[in-house]
């Protein structure tokens, strides 16, 4: 088990061991394109599963594509476009910049100087870091708890704890650094989807 590091300033205290792992973990999503599998789990106040259900991720630089059954999601950075296919639909939409959007791992790694209060929680046996994310401004959760492989920087897990008691979880497996990928897999392609309903809500 580690120990954390706190140290004392004007501006309240700073968990220096939290930092490094958090540097780390966003240095792995700075530079080269990265693509995962993630099992999303919704759990009830009583933290009984309610939901699950397996995404693709291919991620860059702000920029992701994720892809389930039923649905796919296109964001370039300034646009989203929500692919439903069941009812042969895409609705496009500007992207909204939040720093706690899970599925924007990397603003949320960019930013969590300016938003939220970090703290080291412990090391696992298996070399698994900690790190809870408490946000500094009102939120309807109060943290967000970070699963990183310390010596890589590897999200394994992400957990939302909201105050009614329910959770988010997002399990993390295949992640792989490097993936290759070009501009236009984060834009729907209008001219291969012949016959989708376009909805611009932009």
Wanted: hydrophobic fraction near 35%.
């Amino acid at each position: 088990t580690g120990v954390a590091q706190i140290t004392h300033t004007a501006q309240g205290n700073v968990d220096k061991h939290a930092q490094e792992i958090l540097k780390k973990a966003s240095s792995a999503f700075s530079s080269k394109p990265v693509s995962c599998i993630v099992t999303m789990v919704s759990r009830d106040a009583h933290k009984k599963e309610s939901a699950r259900q397996d995404v693709q991720v291919l991620y860059h630089k702000g920029k992701y594509h994720i892809t389930s059954h039923d649905q796919e999601l296109y964001c370039d950075g300034t646009s989203v476009w929500h692919w439903q296919k069941e009812v042969n639909e895409v609705v496009v939409s500007k992207m909204v910049q939040s720093d706690d959007d899970l599925m924007n791992p990397g603003r949320l790694l960019m930013n969590y100087s300016k938003n939220f209060r970090p703290k080291y929680i412990r090391t696992e046996e298996d070399g698994t870091a900690i790190v809870d994310l408490q946000p500094i401004k009102s939120k309807s959760y109060h943290k967000i708890r970070l699963f990183i492989t310390e010596k890589t920087g590897v999200i394994k897990r992400m957990e939302m704890h909201n105050y009614d008691g329910s959770q988010g979880e997002f399990h993390v497996a295949n992640f792989r650094v490097g993936a290759k990928c070009a501009d236009k897999d984060f834009i729907f392609d209008h001219a291969t989807h012949k016959g989708v309903e376009v909805i611009d809500m932009r």
